[in-house]
Every structure is written in structure tokens, then in C-alpha cells.
Nanobody, 116 residues
Framework: QVQLVESGGGLVQPGGSLRLSCAGS????????MSWHRQVPGKGREMVAA????????NYADSVKGRFTISRDNAKNTVYLQMNGLKPEDAAVYYC?????????WGQGTQVTVSS
């Protein structure tokens, strides 16, 4: 059974940093690309960052380029999102995503709040 479990969210002041983690299980983690998305109430989910299976290629939403870094540790079946220079508009529930050919999976999400 595929499971994605996010952690690392919390309350941070503007300009601060957080590192989110997503632990995957129930599938061959190292064989699939992964991505992070975020959602605020009343809006659809926005792709924030994506990473290939070997971690060599990454892709970011324009709004987070230069501030967020996605990485993965295939030995630990974990993908990370390092978030620096956080802004109030980064506040959202952050989800990791795994996409197969005919299905996709989401974690339960982790809340990020950016406020002074």
C-alpha cells in the first residue's frame, strides 16, 4: 500500500526557513519522480517543485525559484523541500505527490504558516 507522510510544517516568521520531509513507502521510491504542491483555502493545488528519480533535474514554480530547494535521499525513501526566505504568501498546506501512469497519490499534507 502506497503511503506518503509529510512532516516539518509549522509557524515561521517572514524571512525564516523550514524544511519539509515526505517519506514514501509501499512502492519502489527510487524509480519515480516526486513533487511538492501547496494549496490555500479556496484555490486549487499549485505545483511548487519537482525532482527526477536521480535528483539531478529539478523544476520550480516561478514564485519560489531561488528560495526553495527540492532534494531526495533514495536510501531513506524521503524527499525534502527546503524553504528559505519565506513570505506570507507561501503559507499553505504542502503536499507531496507521486504519480504513476494511471494513478497518483498524495500525502495528508503539512501546514506552513508564515506570520510575525
Amino acid at each position: 500500500q502506497v503511503q506518503l507522510v509529510e512532516s516539518g510544517g509549522g509557524l515561521v516568521q517572514p524571512g525564516g526557513s523550514l524544511r519539509l520531509s515526505c517519506a514514501g513507502s509501499g512502492y519502489a521510491f527510487s524509480r519515480y519522480g516526486m513533487s511538492w504542491h501547496r494549496q490555500v483555502p479556496g484555490k486549487g493545488r499549485e505545483m511548487v517543485a519537482a525532482i527526477t528519480i536521480d535528483g539531478r533535474t529539478t523544476n520550480y514554480a516561478d514564485s519560489v525559484k531561488g528560495r526553495f530547494t527540492i532534494s531526495r535521499d533514495n536510501a531513506k525513501n524521503t524527499v525534502y523541500l527546503q524553504m528559505n526566505g519565506l513570505k506570507p504568501e507561501d503559507a499553505a498546506v504542502y503536499y507531496c505527490n507521486l504519480r504513476f501512469t494511471t494513478s497518483e497519490y498524495w500525502g495528508q499534507g503539512t501546514q506552513v504558516t508564515v506570520s510575525s
